[in-house]
């Protein structure tokens, strides 16, 4: 039932975005008739907000729903990778398709930047921690070389 | 210790704090952490795992600066070790081993774990060394031996620590490594024992493990593991160790605070379950092995003289005899203010040769008798002339025993001086000339080797107290030349 839902988060922050519009539908039920729709139509992303009526037209029990939705949107599970630079939309889709396809799908990407890694990614995901940069690569090259580039200084 | 990077490279596992409750701090990730495992702060922080959950694992901060949530945190995957070498000697350290008095860093022979299992018995002996504390009182009726794990008890500012120092100067003097674990105790306090052992010229022999009250309660748990692991390093060398614990139920206050701080279910008094286990496995690592020896001198502080608290039954408990420091005795002047009565030696009298331990029952009942007859006294009876005397006599060995702060007396002549008083040698003599011609004798012997030769052969020959009296009896001379020489 949730699993087009689910499919629409690929970031810790679509995560988050997405249990603060779910809040916000649940509060939308307590007030007047109507407020309900008009939330999901003004203030709700407009993927989720279309999904979101496909399941929600045949529900009788709205607030039931949307807790049950927000716990399997908490249970999502976050992988951390530290970039040295922020991807664009499209990449950060096909890193998320790939974990999608190849990891699990119940998981979400953080991504936090870090300049000084010049290039590939840092990777930690629950508790495991994994250093695929461009920077511990050259670290570990000027270390395994440190003689020969020395020489290059002081032929 | 390496840098966050190298572990994190090494290990490949990470986990963030998530919580923070002062000391105790609980991480989220690290899967595949052990417990008592040592972890690191990527501000350069260190920790130790207390314990395990689905969901978090429990740290023990050893370091007071504020650590935040967020924090990464890694694996070394080593337990606590300690960095030790014979150049720890004349140090003043903390429970990690940084030193505290500035200067170079320590160069580290080997590493040692703080949590080591005692030696089974395979690699232990019977105590049958006397252990020398140069104290007259406790030399003679609460003789300790090397090995022995001895408890001090009594109330705050009853010479507890005056006694303990006393003992250190006497031990370091015959070779004896002295490891001072100092507590949670003031800095000012510090630079007092400090000062006291270099003036003395024997921290050159003594290792200080040393935590300040302000220190967050991690490291001030660690002290004496710390302290202990030090020995054990010495003791493998093959030598003697001494170690001072003080004191233990400021540990013990420490210690509880940590577990309620962890969340762990208060027990008496509010003490975690396991509190006697965090001190017996301590004391048993202490002993006379065939390697070496580690004595152990715990100290225990009492409130208003009540030696049946929790932490201090259970010290006496774990130990082989106590010497108990008695606050009306402190107030009447006594110094040191020790009860013989209520001090206990379990494996000291084996120590004592034949005629020590003669003089020693004999010295015994003696006092107990003294202590009766001084309780008939206040009836207001009328006393005979024998018991005038005995009282007398009491009065002169009571008085001999008053042993002022740093002044030692050496046990044969101990034995020479009380011999001679059973003898009925100074009964004529006012009790403080008797004082002072007894010092001299001490003065004498500590500072002429030939007559200190003559003393130990005249002493070491006699078989018993009876046989050394009768001795002294029709030789007063070498008793008499010691202050007649001194005093004209």
């Keep these: ?155 | 210790m390496k840098d966050f990077e190298y572990y994190i490279d090494q290990v490949g596992e990470i986990g963030v704090v998530a919580e923070i409750h002062h000391s105790i701090v609980y991480v989220s990730g690290l899967p595949k952490i052990k417990p008592h495992e040592v972890v690191l702060f990527e501000t350069g922080e260190i920790g130790q795992v207390l314990s395990i959950d689905q969901k978090y694992v429990e740290i023990l901060l050893f370091s007071d600066t504020n650590v935040r949530v967020g924090t990464r945190v890694c694996r070394t995957d080593s337990a606590l070790n300690i960095g030790v070498s014979e150049t720890l000697l004349g140090k003043v350290i903390d429970p990690l081993g940084r030193s505290l008095m500035g200067g170079a860093a320590t160069r580290v022979k080997e590493l040692h774990p703080i949590e080591a299992r005692p030696l089974g018995i395979t690699d232990r002996k019977n105590v049958d060394s006397f252990f020398e504390t140069g104290v007259s009182l406790v030399d003679i009726l609460i003789p300790l031996g090397k090995g022995q794990r001895e408890l001090v008890i009594g109330d705050r500012k009853t010479g507890k620590t005056q006694l303990l120092f006393q003992i250190a100067l006497n031990q370091t003097k015959t070779g004896v490594i002295c490891v001072y674990a100092a507590i949670a105790k003031r800095r000012i306090e510090l630079r007092q024992y400090i000062d006291f052992f270099s003036k003395k010229g024997i921290l050159k022999n003594m290792v200080v493990v040393n935590s300040y009250s302000s220190d967050p309660g991690g490291l001030i748990f660690l002290t004496p593991y710390t302290a202990m692991t030090i020995a054990e390093f010495f003791r493998n060398m093959g030598k003697d160790v001494l170690v001072i614990f003080d004191d233990m139920t400021t540990h013990a206050k420490f210690y509880r605070e940590i577990s309620l701080l962890a969340k762990r279910f208060p027990g008496r008094s509010a003490y975690p379950g396991d509190i006697f286990y965090i001190h017996a496995r301590l004391m048993e690592r202490g002993g006379n092995f065939k390697k070496g020896s580690i004595t152990c001198l715990p100290v225990a502080e009492t409130v208003m003289g009540e030696i049946s608290g929790y932490i201090q039954t259970n010290l006496m408990s774990m130990t082989d005899g106590h010497i108990y420091f008695d606050t009306n005795l402190f107030n009447q002047g006594k110094r040191p203010a020790i009860n013989p009565f209520l001090s206990v030696t379990r494996v000291g009298m084996q120590t004592q040769s034949v005629l020590v331990r003669d003089l020693s029952r004999q010295l015994s009942s003696f006092m107990i008798n003294i202590q009766r007859l001084k309780q008939f006294m206040h009836f207001g009876a009328e006393l005979t002339e024998s018991v005038r005397q005995t009282l007398a006599l009491g009065e002169r060995v009571e008085n001999f025993f008053q042993q002022a702060y740093g002044e030692t007396n050496p046990l044969l002549v101990t034995v020479l001086i009380i011999a001679s008083l059973w003898a009925g040698h100074w009964k004529d003599e006012q009790s403080e000339v008797m004082k002072k011609q007894a010092r001299a004798v001490v003065e004498k012997y500590l500072t002429d080797n030939t007559y200190k030769k003559e003393v130990d052969d005249f002493v070491q020959k006699r078989a018993n107290l009876k046989e050394l009296v009768s001795e002294i009896g029709s030789n007063t001379q070498l008793v008499t030349k010691a202050y007649r020489q001194t005093h004209g």
């Design chain 1, 1 to 155: 039932m949730y699993s087009e839902i689910l499919y629409l988060i690929k970031t810790g922050q679509d995560q988050d975005e997405f249990c603060q519009q779910l809040e916000n539908l649940r509060e939308a039920l307590y007030k007047k008739e109507g407020e309900f729709e008009k939330v999901l139509e003004t203030v709700v992303r407009k993927d989720l907000a279309r999904e979101i009526k496909k399941v929600v037209s045949g529900q009788q029990d709205k607030i039931s729903f949307l807790k049950d939705l927000e716990r399997e949107i908490k249970k999502l599970r976050k992988l951390s990778l530290i970039l040295s630079y922020y991807p664009s939309e499209v990449g950060i889709d096909r890193i998320s398709e790939w974990v999608y396809q190849n990891i699990s799908k119940d998981i979400v990407i953080d991504i936090s930047i870090d300049k000084s890694l010049l290039g590939g990614a840092v990777i930690e995901f629950e508790g495991k921690y994994i250093d695929l940069s461009l920077k511990k690569k050259l670290d570990e090259y000027f270390l395994l070389n440190k003689q020969k580039i020395l020489r290059l200084e002081n032929p």
